[in-house]
């Protein structure tokens, strides 16, 4: 009986972590120099049909005018305003903050391209709301936002971090686990860079309800691990580590496309998208390794060797079902939304 209400908790934590994903996320704000003193504005936030927004607003530095009236609409759960503003010596060097949003938890993307090309990208947050606009970011500052950009995405990418952590499950030991998901950067670093530098496109949808349906193939493979049952996985988790890392890459890819590449630093900014990626994904393994260890390292001191090993292996089933349920959830949500 204990088994099944940690079943179900852990199943309550797991899928109530998709809706508070949705909940806090990111906005989105984009500014496209279209001539010298002219900008195409590209304001999203989250919202809930269509009276119910986030009350977080965009200012401006004084002298900004709208040419026109603001285009308001909602769809897909948000709020989206598109302006045509003019200010006289354009926007560089001047301050453009976000109102309201320190009020929140929701952070907000911005994303500045001029005319030249150049991309400026930042991340605002309730304890940072405003950004200088900048003629060209230079290659540290373009490092620096890009490294932080993939540590976020991967910390807060739940379907990636439940592949990792199936992955580790299966696995156990800390040398396999090092070679597995090492294969698992690699393979999505190379899809990655292939789709953010348009060598290949491949549809966002598909994508990330084929991550899901990888995630639960994972989880099938820790339930027959445990039962005693030959696999590959099991064999060779790097191979199919590197096989499925290809898939998330793509998922990643369809993230690092929302803030874009600054054209003038294409290479640093995917070079440090990846590294940050990596940091975030390498410290949430060290995480589930360690708790894992300490969890054995107690069990150790209150049973036998032979109790600890049962324990764990039964622990191991309950999580392998808790992330399969998962992501079967997210596979049919994702499939079904083909068709809304």
Known sequence: MKHFVLLFAVLGILVAQPARADELRPGYLELR???????????????????????????????????????????????????????DGALTGQVVSIEGLSATS???????????????????????????????????????????????????????????????????????????????????SITLAAATLGFVN??????????????????????????????????????????FGLLHGFGFAGALAEVGLPQHAIPVALLFFNVGVEIGQLVFVAAVLSLIWSLRSVASQLLEAAAVRRAFDRLDVIIGYGIGVVAAYWLIERTTAFFA
């Open 202 to 243: 491949v549809p966002g949808p598909p994508v990330e309800a084929t991550i899901a349906l990888s995630i639960m193939l994972v989880s099938v493979e820790i339930l027959n691990a445990r039962a005693g049952k030959p696999s590959l996985t099991a064999r060779l988790p790097w191979l199919v580590a590197f096989s």
């Open 33 to 87: 120099q279209t001539d010298q003193n002219t900008y195409s504005l590209l304001f999203k936030i989250p919202a809930r049909g269509e009276d119910l927004r986030l009350a977080i607003y965009v200012s401006l530095p004084e002298g900004t005018q709208d040419l026109g009236a603001p285009r308001i609409s909602f769809g897909d759960g948000a709020y989206v305003e598109r302006r045509t503003i003019r200010r």
């Open 106 to 188: 929701t952070d907000v993307l911005v994303r500045i391209e001029t005319l030249a090309g150049a991309i400026q990208t930042e991340r605002l947050s309730p304890t940072r709301t405003a950004f200088v606009v900048q003629a060209a970011p230079g290659a540290g500052e373009v490092a620096a936002t890009y490294l932080r950009l993939g540590v976020e995405h991967i910390l807060f990418g739940f379907d990636h971090l439940l592949f990792v952590l199936a992955l580790v499950i299966l696995v156990r030991d800390w040398r396999r686990v090092a070679i597995t998901v090492t294969a698992f950067t690699i393979a999505h």
